[in-house]
């Protein structure tokens, strides 16, 4: 499966305020999401384990069919 993606982070639309969320509940969420701001992507690998064969926590022989 491939997928092409783009994963905007938080977007101040203002819906916060208006989410009838205490003002520093709402204040908390700005702050948290703020301090993450310098957090890349992460790219995840679905290979159903494919890329573990020979990683040191799987055992020693790779699975049949497996190269």
Do not use: K, Y
Request: aromatic content about 2%.
């Amino acid at each position: 499966m491939r997928v092409n993606a783009l994963a905007p982070g938080p977007t101040d639309t203002g819906a916060l305020d208006r989410s009838g969320l205490p003002a520093e509940t709402v204040a908390a969420i700005d702050r948290a999401e703020a301090a993450a701001t310098w957090i890349t992507g992460q790219v995840v690998d679905v290979d159903a384990g494919a890329g573990l064969v020979g990683h040191p926590s799987v055992a020693a022989a790779p699975a049949e069919g497996c190269q």
